[in-house]
């Protein structure tokens, strides 16, 4: 069960009881999940790997729960089942440890006959199936239909084995459409072992009673075991619970992370939200690892105050990104830090001057293409944020004059800081691509949803010394059956020299194609591409690298 600290106050009593038991009390609202318990996490795999283990007589781990008479906030859905409210005046159990596991065993095994069933994981994923046929187990006995055709008949719904009704009618209808007698018995028999599993399988439960909610709380954060490590912002909503209203700090980071999207941004991730409220809170350690209690008792009396700059804040840096710097995606932004360290700058400021906003801009240029932010210590991170909050107050400077920038990247690899910040260069740089019938191509609504499959190979063939550079990348859409070498060689020939230059490709270029000098034509438009990107590196007062390519380093967090 982990490494709990013995709480005042705080009994503990070790219990065994059948799975349906503890499942029918969660049917009857009488076992809940606390508001300040992490979401459904798993993946379908670990479902089906609950279920093996289950009929293997494997143990899934012991559950801990809370019994108190003190109202919590709670989920009024378990396993996408939705549940009755909690009996008024009578002790409720609070699930501490095993959400995961009694998600699942409740979604699957007391999923109603009318749940939607579709291609969508959302749906399909509740619907879990043992194969009767010894021969269709593939490594694990259990199975989820995706399919939208028909669930094959000697797969026996998970759902039917706790309801009698429900078992009854599968097995007619397994008697129904068997070839048999002796298969229909066989089958049948199968799957009434497997019934007999579950309902026989029993559960440890540890029950404790008595404690204040903090306490419940802490043993919570400290249990920690269910496989999936808890996320330090996880940890600290679960701590801090109480302390900013009825909603937890996920669940107010989580309506911050959709503002953001909603404003055509995209969305940043949860954690450089968490830092940014850290931040914002006054607290300049926000990358620790350990000591989250500590850290989260520090900043709760500060947390409510800091969630709404936060949101605000976060709405200015957004701003100042895509009007300012033309950063059109979060997910372009070379280092989330760099998102963290501009609300600390908008939120530590007074008025910003036209001076400030200039020297911002190169700061985030140079850092970007310095790979100044790549493996960030605590300390730095530490020192990167007390440096932005002078620089906001007025009374210090940005330490990035003496960076330089790293060489033009040889492969396209979007976890690179600096690959990045060459496709900021690029969309700028060539913001109408046309398409071969003369129309706009829209890049950002191509990368919002492909990614990096909107930047399309020129050069397919494998093998061929520099396919991976970005030079040997375009954004164009062609026919199909035509490539996007055939149709560049074709633009080229109809003298459609505006289409070229509005993606950065040179006639000079295109001879090597005509000749088949696929690596020739790759290093002609790499050798262009970097000198149109220097030129503008170096316009920006950064001193450019000595050599004209590099190793596009991974180094985005």
Do not use: C
Not at 103 to 127: K, Y
Not at 180 to 207: C, F, G, H, P
């Amino acid at each position: 069960m982990g490494d709990v600290e013995v709480v005042k106050d705080i009994s503990v009593v070790p219990e065994v009881h059948f799975l349906e038991q503890v499942l029918e009390r969660i049917s009857q609202g009488e076992l809940r999940v606390p508001k300040f318990q992490r979401p459904f996490l798993w993946r379908p795999e670990q479902m089906l790997q609950l279920f093996d283990s289950m009929e293997r007589g494997y143990p899934m781990g012991s559950l801990l729960i809370w019994e108190t008479t003190m109202p919590l906030e709670s989920l009024d859905t378990i396993g996408g089942r939705r549940i009755p409210p909690a009996p008024g005046g009578a002790k409720v159990a609070y699930v501490l440890d095993g959400h995961q596991r009694l998600s699942t065993l409740f979604g699957v095994l007391h999923r109603s006959a009318d749940a939607p069933r579709s291609t969508r994981q959302e749906d399909w994923m509740w619907w879990v199936y043992r194969p009767l046929v010894r021969s269709e187990h593939d490594g694990l006995r259990y199975r989820h239909w995706k399919s939208g055709e028909e669930v094959p008949s000697h797969f026996l719904p998970m759902r039917s084995v706790l309801g009698t009704l429900d078992f009854l009618e599968y097995a007619r209808k397994l008697s129904d459409v068997s070839a048999s007698r002796e298969e229909a018995d066989r089958l049948t028999t199968e799957s009434e072992r497997i019934a007999k599993r579950v309902k026989n399988y029993k559960v440890s439960v540890v029950r404790m009673e008595g404690g204040t909610l903090q306490q419940a709380i802490e043993v919570f954060s400290r249990i920690n075991s269910s496989g999936q490590k808890m996320r330090p912002d996880q940890m600290v909503s679960a701590l801090t619970y109480g302390t900013i209203g009825s909603e937890t700090l996920s669940d107010k980071m989580e309506e911050i992370k959709g503002r953001v999207a909603a404003s055509g941004f995209g969305e940043i991730p949860i954690m450089t939200i968490f830092q940014t409220v850290l931040a914002l809170s006054g607290e300049e350690d926000v990358q620790r690892d350990t000591s989250w209690e500590t850290m989260a008792r520090k900043v709760q009396g500060q947390l409510m105050t800091a969630v709404t700059d936060t949101d605000l804040t976060l709405q200015q840096v957004v701003e100042f990104l895509q009007n300012e710097v033309r950063v059109p995606l979060a997910r372009l932004v070379p280092y989330n830090i760099q998102i963290m360290l501009l609300a600390v700058f908008f939120h530590f400021s007074g008025k910003v001057e036209a001076e400030q906003r200039v020297k911002l801009r190169n700061w985030f240029w140079t850092t970007s293409l310095a790979g100044t932010f790549a493996g960030s210590t605590t300390t730095q991170v530490r020192n990167f944020i007390m440096e932005m909050k002078a620089f906001a107050r007025g009374k210090g400077g940005l330490s990035y004059s003496g960076e330089r920038a790293r060489s033009f990247p040889e492969r396209f690899d979007l976890r690179s800081a600096r690959v990045r910040a060459y496709l900021l260069w690029d969309l700028q740089t060539f913001p109408e691509r046309k398409n071969l019938d003369g129309g706009t191509a829209n890049v950002l609504e191509q990368f919002a949803t492909a990614h990096s499959e909107t930047y399309r190979h020129i050069i397919t063939q494998s093998g061929v010394p520099g396919a991976s550079s970005p030079a040997n990348r375009i954004v164009m859409t062609t026919p199909p059956g035509v490539s996007i070498r055939q149709a560049l060689i074709r633009l080229a020939e109809e003298g459609r020299t505006d289409i070229l230059d509005s993606h950065g490709v040179s006639l000079a270029s295109i001879e090597h194609l005509k000749a088949d000098e696929f690596t020739d034509f790759i290093l002609a438009r790499q050798h262009e591409l970097a000198a149109r990107e220097r030129q503008f590196i170096e316009s920006l007062g950064i001193k450019s690298a000595d050599t004209e390519v590099g190793e596009a380093d991974i180094d985005t967090e």
